[in-house]
């Protein structure tokens, strides 16, 4: 099985951080561009490098700006690129980084464009264009789930692949675990999961939302999610009811901790079918001991959990008159209730 995108090539920030501590003061300057004096350090920052190497960074920098104001796209990520790469020690590496990954996702080149971010936040995690890049991310993880093509080389529309979405979207909870995006990351993650129907990653998903991001306003609509993935995997009464049990577990907690929300009726409603299904089975098994194996005293067992379960419901009068045949039952082979019938024994 291949490893998943998230897992092999990012490096969590807060380990690259700390190599970002070394890196000189001047990378945290602000660059400023203009069609008159091209870029610009404020504050007479230095740029990191000194003599030509400067120069020449800053040369590059400007040529690539001209190259994107004149709509050679191409030719302008080539020359950021080439200072993120030459220069990573220079302030202009971050910018010329960023400014790269955005005329890629321009050109639809989004993987590149993903990986450009990536490289971006790996080396310099204290950019104050952390926010811009984490938001960049989130937007090329939705693109990508809801079906835009990465386009090859600019001009070569590739297949769809919303799974590489779902994987961009674990990266954006790697890279800011504490940002905003990161409950709605993992809530577009669960979506497309479900939509794969890989519905046991989805609720993995939705349950670290919850657990994880409990003040976030996606929580209440992640519980109510949850009760609805397991409600999908309870079968009925005649299975196992594992799912059906966890699924009123979610939308109980739902009703508790969000009384006052516009689903709490879908909620009840849910409750109610998941009961019902619960009940159910208490009757399925109480008729298999009633009619299949005489065993009258197990019968009853169940037919009261049934009542108990979910009293006053159309399972719990099933039950109700299911324990009135057994008395009757049991009353005409004379035998005492709560036990089995003796058996005969017939000869021929």
């Known amino acids: 099985m291949p490893i998943p995108f998230y897992r092999r090539s990012v490096v969590p920030i807060w380990i690259a951080a700390a190599f970002a501590l070394l890196a000189a003061p001047g990378l945290r300057a602000d660059l400023t561009w203009t069609a008159q004096t091209g870029w610009q350090l404020e504050g007479g920052a230095l740029s990191g490098l000194a003599g030509a190497q400067g120069r020449t960074a800053l040369d590059l920098m400007n040529k690539a700006r001209r190259y994107e104001e004149d709509g050679s796209l191409h030719a302008a990520i080539k020359s950021y690129e080439k200072v993120g790469a030459k220069y990573p020690g220079s302030v202009y590496a971050p910018e010329a980084l960023f400014r790269a990954g955005k005329l890629l996702e321009r050109r639809r080149q989004y993987y590149n464009a993903f990986q450009t971010f990536q490289v971006m936040l790996r080396r310099y995690p204290n950019t104050k264009r952390f926010n811009d890049v984490i938001g960049e991310l989130y937007r090329i993880s939705a693109d990508l789930l809801n079906g835009k093509r990465n386009w090859f080389w600019g001009w070569f529309p590739g297949p769809t692949n919303r799974n590489r979405g779902v994987e961009y979207f674990q990266v954006v909870v790697i890279d800011a675990p504490y940002s905003d995006y990161a ?7 669960a979506r497309g999961l479900q939509a794969d129907k890989d519905t046991e990653d989805a609720i993995d998903s939705l349950d670290r939302l919850v657990n994880t991001y409990p003040q976030s306003v996606l929580a209440p609509v992640a519980y109510l999610k ?4 397991h409600a999908s995997l309870s079968q009925g009464p005649k299975y196992d009811q594992a799912s059906t049990k966890e699924a009123m577990t979610y939308y109980e907690d739902y009703m508790i901790l969000y009384p006052g929300d516009s689903n709490i009726a879908a909620a009840a409603e849910g409750v109610d079918r998941m009961k019902t299904i619960l009940a159910e089975s208490k009757i399925y098994i109480g008729d298999y001991y009633f009619y299949k194996r005489l065993n009258f005293s197990a ?27 057994l ?10 209730p709560g036990s089995a019938p003796k058996k005969r024994f017939w000869l021929f």
């Open 226 to 229: 949850l009760g609805d993935l």
């Open 299 to 325: 019968a009853k067992v169940f037919y009261n959990e049934a009542i108990t379960s979910y009293p006053d419901s159309p399972p719990a009068r099933v039950a109700k008159k299911r324990l009135s045949d």
């Open 183 to 189: 409950p709605l990351a993992l809530m577009d993650a």
């Open 327 to 336: 008395d009757a039952r049991t009353l005409r082979l004379n035998v005492a």
